[in-house]
């Protein structure tokens, strides 16, 4: 198994083996005080080799901030059946959307969204939440 592609976007969805992405690429939160909320859709696409379906396999998301220490982590299962209709030699893709809303990012800096498959790594994801400042309105 292999990551085709991940991303970090605004929103997003899967359906009918297709990714709907909007504002997607995001990799900085821009907040003007923390604690700050990370909000968006996480979208995978992985690619199974033909051998690899009809069998239970496990995706894993870690959230991480630059230290390390985990602030998530979500795990699940899913199967991909073998597909006669996929042409000899191409691979069978698993797709998926993760929703996250208000998870807090509780200081400045680097966080990391790790992605692992089977329990092996396939990928990191850098994210960061940079300080932004609001201009001040002139006093009359």
Same mark, same amino acid.
């Given at each position: 198994m292999k990551l @085709?592609?991940?991303?970090l976007? @605004?929103?997003?969805?899967v359906r009918e083996g297709l990714a709907f992405v909007m504002g997607g690429g995001i990799d900085t939160v821009n907040a003007n005080q923390i604690p700050a909320a990370l909000n968006g859709t996480l979208l995978i696409r992985l690619l199974l080799h033909r051998t690899e379906t009809g069998r239970p396999h496990k995706v894993e998301l870690r959230f991480a901030d630059e230290d390390g220490h985990e602030l998530g982590k979500?795990?699940?299962?899913?199967?991909?059946?073998?597909?006669? @209709?996929?042409?000899?030699?191409?691979?069978?893709s698993a797709m998926f959307a993760l929703n996250i809303h208000g998870m807090p990012l509780q200081r400045w800096g680097r966080?990391?969204?790790?992605?692992?498959? @089977?329990?092996?790594h396939l990928r990191t994801l850098n994210l960061r939440l940079k300080q932004i400042t609001v201009p001040q309105q002139p006093t009359p």
């Open positions: @085709d592609w991940a991303i976007a @605004d929103a997003g969805q979500v795990e699940a299962e899913f199967m991909v059946p073998d597909n006669p @209709d996929v042409p000899v030699g191409w691979d069978h966080y990391s969204i790790e992605i692992l498959a @089977d329990g092996n």
